[in-house]
């Protein structure tokens, strides 16, 4: 099985309400991402777990956080939604390889309101 | 700054034609190059990949992708299109190989039967 799941496919938030994200995957990947992607924008990294190891990027870094729990497991956490956070995040995993493959899950589209 | 451009946002093509979707990109070393499609409802899936070697790569459905560092770019072409090739084109680059990828804005394309 090479999918990665991602709960909810839909999400609507309110201005100032926390978000939590869920992504899964079971191919044992030890790399998940999280990147966020807003129309006629380029899929932008947010975030990467490498094992339990937690990398974020630079811009995004007090906006975002996350947890991996298990090998399997991790989520997207908005504390307080904003507007500007309407989008579609896409969670991805992959081995830490060079020429290792990302899987993509589906995304999940956040409206905030 | 580093950067990965699609310049074209859409892209019609008629069936049976050629395609070529561009890509640029701004890197100070040569990066890792890929191509992903998102076909509508579903997650990024990877076409193909350019590590080193021959700059022609192979991909899957019949693209390939040609590398030419003194252009700082790496074209997607298929010799003849099928109406489901119709989807969003990203091309990406990842300096590692694995984990910080960075992605292009996307190029959608329409295949007229």
């Known amino acids: 099985d090479t999918t990665v799941k991602q709960n909810p496919r839909y999400k609507l938030a309110r201005v100032g309400k926390p978000v939590n994200l869920i992504c899964s995957q079971t191919m044992n990947h030890d790399t998940m991402y999280w990147y966020q992607k807003k129309p006629n924008q380029a899929p932008k990294l947010l975030l990467f777990?490498?094992?339990?190891?937690?990398?974020r990027e630079a811009d995004t870094f007090e906006k975002f956080q996350s947890s991996r729990p298990n090998n399997s497991f991790c989520s997207l956490y908005i504390g307080s939604a904003g507007l500007e956070y309407s989008a579609m995040y896409l969670c991805?995993?992959?081995?830490?390889?060079?020429?290792?493959?990302?899987?993509f899950g589906p995304g999940t589209r956040l409206t905030v309101l | 700054a580093q950067s990965v451009t699609q310049p074209d946002a859409r892209v019609t093509v008629s069936e049976g034609a050629s395609l070529q979707l561009r890509c640029k990109y701004s890197?100070?070393?040569?990066?890792?190059l890929f191509w992903y499609v998102q076909y509508p409802r579903q997650g990024l899936q990877l076409l193909l990949k350019?590590?080193?070697?021959?700059?022609v790569v192979q991909g899957v459905n019949g693209f390939e992708a040609e590398f030419s560092k003194s252009n700082s770019s790496f074209h997607l072409r298929k010799a003849s299109v099928h109406w489901s090739d119709s989807a969003v084109y990203f091309c990406a680059v990842s300096i590692t190989g694995y984990q910080n990828f960075y992605f292009g804005k996307g190029t959608s394309l329409t295949v007229i039967p």
């Open positions: 890197y100070s070393a040569t990066p890792y």
């Open positions: 350019y590590y080193s070697g021959d700059p």
């Open positions: 777990y490498y094992d339990k190891i937690l990398n």
């Open positions: 991805a995993s992959s081995r830490v390889r060079v020429d290792a493959e990302q899987f």
